[in-house]
Nanobody
C-alpha cells in the first residue's frame, strides 16, 4: 500500500526556516512526480511546488518562488521542501502527494495527484 509520512512541520517565527520531509513507503518514488500542497483554515488547497520523477524539472507557486526549494533523494525514497524566509501567510497544513506521469515534468495541480499524505502543520507567528 502506498503511503507517505510528512514530517518537519512546527512553529517558527517570521523570517525563519523549516525543512519538510515526505517519506514514501510501499512503493519506489523514482517513477512519480511529487508535489507539495498546503491548506490554511478557511482557504482552498494551494499547490506549492512539484518535482518530476527524474528530478530534472521543478515548479513553484509564485508566492513561494525564491524562498522554497524542493528536492528529492530517491535513494532515501524521500522528497524535501526547504522553506526559508517564512511569512505568517505560509502557515498551513502541508501535504505531499504523488502521481505517475512523464518523468521530465510535473504540474502543480491537485487533480493530477493520486496519492496523498496526512499532512504536517506549519505555523509562522511572532
Amino acid at each position: 500500500q502506498l503511503q507517505f509520512v510528512e514530517s518537519g512541520g512546527g512553529f517558527v517565527q517570521p523570517g525563519g526556516s523549516l525543512r519538510l520531509s515526505c517519506a514514501a513507503s510501499g512503493f519506489t518514488l523514482d517513477y512519480y512526480a511529487i508535489g507539495w500542497f498546503r491548506q490554511a483554515p478557511g482557504k482552498e488547497r494551494e499547490g506549492v511546488s512539484c518535482i518530476s520523477g527524474s528530478g530534472s524539472s521543478t515548479n513553484y507557486a509564485d508566492s513561494v518562488k525564491g524562498r522554497f526549494t524542493i528536492s528529492r533523494d530517491n535513494a532515501k525514497n524521500t522528497v524535501y521542501l526547504e522553506m526559508n524566509s517564512l511569512k505568517p501567510e505560509d502557515g498551513a497544513v502541508y501535504y505531499c502527494a504523488a502521481y505517475m506521469g512523464v518523468q521530465s515534468m510535473c504540474v502543480i495541480a491537485g487533480r493530477a495527484y493520486n496519492y496523498w499524505g496526512q499532512g504536517t502543520q506549519v505555523t509562522v507567528s511572532s
